[in-house]
């Protein structure tokens, strides 16, 4: 059994259905995407999962354990972590406190230790300081620790959202369209670092994305959506030559 | 990386001393409560504060300015520090006067007759009032949360479970009302049967906690030493209307804080105005009229009782400051200041959004109940015309002139505006002899447009530095 797995989950908005009797499953270490044109139920999907919807019918799954109607923070503690299409980052916090929130369910002090700056906040203050710093360091984000994440470049602004994410510690990274906005250049970079995090960190990376060659040069299995339906699941060739999905896209297979 | 060498000399000296810790030790917290508990020792606090010069009228502003510390400070942990736009912390200042208002006179003077400070000799007195409170209040929130959640169960057994229960509680109420009503009198909610067991169960609890804990309540006021008596009922009085007010901030925060922005500020308006018309209906509260409350002096001929309240003013003030500073540089307080960036992505890395709130509210409510019981035991009469929209908003200015999200801004504007309206009504008194008379007419003048320009600044302020003016190196926006 994969670490997650979604049941048949369907999503009903009043007379639409926009997703209906989806199912899925990523594994430990694994590369997956869902692709589909405009408005076919890719952000619902994960939506429906990471609990900022609930499903209407069907279930998830995450290591044996129905993480379904649970809300996004019990969700994220439950081990999915995920980023946003448009980049939602704590643009007035500096980029090392954006990741140090992310270690922040873990520590155990408590409010009145912090009042009281007793030993134990004081540990692990600078434990979890030197985690950051760690993590920012592998995303090689370290020399703008200082800087007020809103001042960083784009692509680095994606870096720290994704180093975010993963500092809460996730078994499932879930990316929500990531090369949105970026150059040539930095899709090429972004292609590394996504591959970069999935062997470093072990996680399971679940990507949506509209940059078809990106998402063929990276992902082993995709799911093609259309209308909230699924219309075809396999690997990048696959996927590529079903006639459905070409129908899907308009006859355009590279967008 | 884009930027050339990837290196900005971002660690600024003034970045570094604001991000560091306020005291990495325990000093000023000790020093604090030495000052307070040494206090009494010294004679009416003017030889260790060395103010014996000091004459009454800038001692009083002096404690003005030491509880509008308390009060804004405890508001910029909730509007600045966390994001949610309270306009009803006049209201939790209200249940901490109210409280320490109302119990020190009723129940601080039964030990020993002898004392001419009648009020202030039975600390345990206090206590027991403030405790029976408590554990009463407790108690009937937990009922009433116990009963929902009975309620709510229900509708796991059968889908209209719920629907059926309030559906009977709501018929029971209409035939209690039609049957009883009439020959209760003018008010039908007086014979809701309910409603009256649940009173009756209320007051009976009370006045049962009340008459059992008379001996200890004598006790502990015996084995206080005579001269820490006073300082002790003060002590009962601002702790019980902080707690008190930390429970009314919990009771107010669990269901109005699913409200964001303008629909929050209108939800706590709403309940300061509900704690306000409470009291002006309440009889023991003294109604409209309001209540005469002791103030904390020793020599109330001399005049100089303000100048003996000042340590425990600013022993106050200066445990507010350090609690919030101290939230805000905590993973807790980074958590607040991620709500007010943006919930969603809170949400998703894993902060409790509504607990951070609560938290939030709790604690602010809580250290403004203190600074009401101050005001309350240093102004001497209090009413409910007081804590009303007016007070609140003169908070908020202060909060938002400081800076949303800056305690050394909030001090500056706190001690500046509250010393502004003396300061320009007074010119004719301290303006020196040499200065030419349109110095002395001018604050005349600056005072008779006072809260024009108050609303000037504060629209000035929200527009070009939303983050204070005083907001060294963090007025950059977003």
């Not at chain 2, 702790?239 to 964001?260: D, K, Q, S």
């Not at chain 2, 109330?300 to 309240?309: D, I, K, R």
Request: glycine share 12%.
């Amino acid at each position: 059994m994969a670490l997650l797995e979604i049941k048949n989950i369907s999503m009903q908005f009043g007379g639409l259905k926009a997703l209906s009797d989806f199912s899925f499953a990523i594994d430990q270490g694994e590369l997956v995407g869902l692709i589909g044109p405009n408005g076919a139920g890719k952000s619902t999907a994960f939506n429906a999962v990471t609990g900022v919807y609930k499903p209407t019918k069907g279930q998830t799954e995450l290591a044996g354990r129905r993480i379904d109607g649970l809300s996004t923070v019990q969700i994220n503690h439950a081990g999915i972590a995920r980023t946003f299409q448009n980049i939602r980052l704590f643009t007035q916090l500096t980029v090392l406190d954006n990741v140090l929130i992310g270690f922040n369910q873990s520590g155990t002090h408590g409010l009145l230790g912090a009042i009281v700056r007793s030993p134990k906040f004081a540990r692990e203050r600078e434990k979890f300081k030197g985690e950051a710093m760690a993590l920012l360091k592998t995303l090689k984000l370290d020399q703008f620790a200082a800087w007020q994440a809103s001042s960083l470049p784009y692509g680095d602004q994606r870096r720290l959202e994704i180093a975010r994410a993963l500092a809460t510690g996730p078994k499932i990274l879930c990316l929500d369209e990531p090369a949105a906005g970026m150059n040539p250049q930095e899709k090429i970079e972004l292609t590394g670092l996504i591959r970069f995090i999935r062997d470093r960190f072990g996680v399971g990376i679940w990507l949506i994305e509209h940059d078809m060659k990106l998402v063929m040069a990276l992902c082993e299995r995709i799911t093609v959506l259309d209308h909230g339906e699924t219309i075809a699941v396999g690997t990048a060739e696959q996927v590529q030559g079903d006639p459905k999905v070409i129908e899907a896209y308009l006859g355009e297979p590279e967008k | 990386m884009s930027v050339a060498g990837g290196q900005l000399p971002l660690e600024t000296p003034v970045r570094r001393h604001l991000s560091a810790p306020l005291v990495a030790n325990w000093w000023v917290p000790l020093a604090v409560v030495l000052v307070v508990a040494l206090a009494p020792w010294v004679e009416g606090g003017r030889g260790l504060l060395g103010m014996g010069g000091w004459d009454k009228f800038w001692a009083q502003i002096a404690i003005v300015v030491g509880i509008n510390l308390t009060l804004a400070m405890s508001l910029q942990l909730i509007n600045g520090i966390a994001g949610q736009f309270s306009l009803g912390h006049a209201g939790f200042m209200a249940v901490g006067a109210y409280i320490g208002g109302y119990a020190v006179p009723t129940h601080g003077g039964k030990l020993g007759a002898e004392d001419e400070m009648v009020a202030w000799v039975h600390p345990g007195g206090v206590l027991l009032y403030v405790v029976a409170l408590g554990v009463v209040t407790v108690a009937t929130a937990g009922v009433v949360f116990g009963l929902y959640k009975l309620v709510g169960l229900l509708g796991r057994v059968h889908k209209r479970g719920p629907a059926v229960v309030f559906g009977v509680l709501l018929a029971w109420l209409v035939v209690d009302i039609v049957t009883k009503g009439k020959s209760a009198g003018s008010n039908p909610l007086g014979a809701i049967a309910a409603l009256g067991w649940g009173s009756a169960a209320v007051t009976g609890s009370f006045d049962w906690i009340m008459l059992r804990g008379v001996g200890a309540a004598e006790w502990v006021s015996g084995v206080t030493p005579a001269g820490y008596r006073q300082p002790a009922c003060l002590v009962v009085s601002l702790l019980g209307g902080g707690v008190m007010a930390a429970m009314a901030g919990l009771v107010v925060g669990l269901p109005t804080l699913r409200l964001r922005g303008d629909y929050l500020a209108i939800a706590t308006l709403g309940v300061s105005e509900l704690i306000r018309t409470t009291i002006t209906n309440s009889g023991p509260l003294g109604r409209a009229t309001g209540l005469s409350v002791p103030t904390y002096s020793v020599d109330a001929e001399a005049g100089v009782s303000a100048v003996y309240f000042f340590p425990w003013v600013y022993g106050v003030a200066i445990l507010t400051i350090l609690v919030v500073w101290r939230i805000q540089h905590s993973p807790k307080g980074r958590a607040l200041q991620c709500l007010r960036e943006d919930e969603i992505a809170a949400g998703a890395v894993g902060i409790d959004v509504t607990a951070h709130k609560v938290l939030a509210f709790v604690i602010g409510a809580g250290l403004a109940g203190m600074g009401g019981a101050l005001f309350a035991h240093y102004i001497g009469y209090i009413n409910p015309k007081q804590f009303d929209l007016t007070k609140s908003i003169e908070l908020v200015v202060m909060v938002t002139l400081g800076g949303l999200g800056s305690v050394p801004g909030t001090i500056v504007a706190t001690v500046l505006l509250s010393l502004f309206q003396p300061a320009l009504q007074t010119a004719n008194q301290w303006m020196p002899a040499w200065a030419p008379g349109w110095a002395t007419s001018g604050a005349e003048l600056l005072n008779k447009y006072r809260l024009v320009i108050y609303s000037l600044l504060l629209i000035v302020a929200i527009l070009v530095r939303s983050r204070g003016w005083l907001s060294f190196g963090r007025g950059k926006k977003a």
